[in-house]
């Protein structure tokens, strides 16, 4: 699968809300610049998408499961809408195991679309992320 298709069917999963999400991501940005912590990131990230009147949980809990019995949890960020995971870090590159786990929520929660967010010193960087089983 060549990059481009890739691209074209990660831009089908919710492409509406995660383009609001991303704006949301470099307006926090454009106003707070870099060096911050993670925390500080995401109480402004909480305060823009209750502005922008999208339904989210923070810090949602996320228990993981085996056979129905519950053998860990896990707190995410942001749930947004029920559908979408946000992940906030800062940093400049994508860890592998950030990525990975971010997946692993998705497969656990039968959810579609994950963005992980790095504000780093000259942008913001995102990654969607797809469960497209």
């Keep these: 699968m060549d990059a481009g298709h890739m691209l074209k069917r990660e831009d089908l999963v919710y492409p509406e809300l995660s383009y609001q999400i991303i704006g949301i991501l470099f307006d926090v940005y454009n106003?707070?610049?870099?060096?911050?912590?993670e925390k500080v990131y995401q109480r402004a990230v909480a305060i823009a998408l209750k502005n922008a009147g999208l339904k989210f949980r923070?810090?949602?809990y996320f228990p993981i499961k085996y056979q129905n019995e519950r053998i860990g949890?896990?707190?995410l960020d942001f749930l947004i809408e029920d559908k979408i995971i946000l992940e906030i870090k800062k940093g400049d590159r994508f860890v592998k195991n950030?990525?990975?786990?971010?997946?692993?929520?998705?497969?656990?929660?039968?959810?579609?679309?994950?963005?992980l967010a790095y504000f780093a010193p000259r942008n913001v960087h995102f990654k969607?992320?797809?469960?497209?089983?």
Excluded: M
């Design 58 to 60: 923070e810090q949602a």
């Design 73 to 75: 949890s896990n707190f």
């Design 128 to 133: 969607r992320i797809v469960n497209i089983k």
């Design 98 to 115: 950030h990525i990975e786990q971010v997946y692993q929520y998705l497969v656990v929660g039968g959810l579609k679309l994950g963005i």
């Design 31 to 37: 106003k707070l610049g870099f060096g911050n912590s």
